[in-house]
């Protein structure tokens, strides 16, 4: 079973008409999001699914990671999350997400709002001293689903992603020269670097590599003159 529409659940429609499986991918998207009702909403869902006899996969976020995030409701709740489904599940997998790439419209997202902006000539702030992770729809299809079938990694947190820590200022280069169109923005020393380790378990996966920065925007961005 396959909760959710998003870019996430579409990457795993295989899963759908499993009965062993549900692949939880629907929920709050919005790190910035403060309504206590989405919050609300996303927990009641997760209760409806946890089942005693079923693997449940949930999808959280490097997020928790951020020094600067730590207070937020995002993080609290996504911390909150996890700890009811390892308190609750008796078997599941919890991945710990960064920024996804690839097909999402979501405008919420880092990449889509950098390049929404710069498609449409917007100026924005941009956080000179932040950095963030990046990982393809396409990497998360290549390994996730083989570590979600072994029953070796039942009750685990991993963390995934295809990137290597980048700075924000970095990622807006690599958008230019994917879109040849020059971003509009004005630089401030602010944000935070924070490292993520990336799991055992995921880099000694077959299917994982480390992405190319530029090969992995141009994968998904049309180029515009």
């Known amino acids: 079973m396959v909760v959710g529409n998003g870019l996430i659940a579409g990457a795993f429609s295989l899963f759908k ?8 991918a629907s929920g709050v998207s919005n790190s910035s999001e403060t309504s206590s009702e989405a919050y609300a909403r996303e927990e009641n869902l997760l209760r409806n699914h946890l ?18 995030l730590s207070n937020s409701a ?13 308190t609750e599940s008796n078997s ?3 991945f710990r997400l960064p920024i996804m790439v690839g097909g999402s419209k979501n405008p919420n997202t880092l990449v889509n709002f950098l390049v929404n902006n710069i498609h449409q000539n917007q100026r924005f702030t941009l956080y000179s001293k932040a950095c963030r992770y990046l990982l393809s729809v396409e ?10 079938n072994d029953s070796k990694f039942a009750n685990g947190i991993y963390n995934v992603s295809s990137t290597d820590q980048l700075r924000v200022t970095d990622i807006v280069s690599g958008l230019e020269r994917a879109l040849n169109k ?5 630089s401030v020393e602010k944000g935070d670097c924070y490292a993520v380790e990336i799991s055992e378990e995921i880099k000694s996966h077959p299917g994982f590599t480390i992405s ?4 992995l925007l141009t994968k ?6």
């Open 92 to 94: 599941h997998i919890i």
């Open 182 to 186: 020059k971003a509009l923005f004005e």
């Open 74 to 86: 995002y993080v609290k709740h996504k911390l909150a999350m996890e700890k009811l489904i390892q």
């Open 139 to 148: 990497d998360l299809t290549n390994i996730l689903p083989s570590i979600i």
């Open 212 to 215: 190319n920065l530029d090969k």
């Open 51 to 68: 089942r005693k006899n079923t693997l449940l996969v949930y999808f959280s976020t490097f997020s928790v990671f951020d020094p600067s």
């Open 17 to 24: 008409e499993r009965e062993d499986v549900i692949i939880f």
């Open 220 to 225: 998904y961005y049309t180029v515009k003159a």
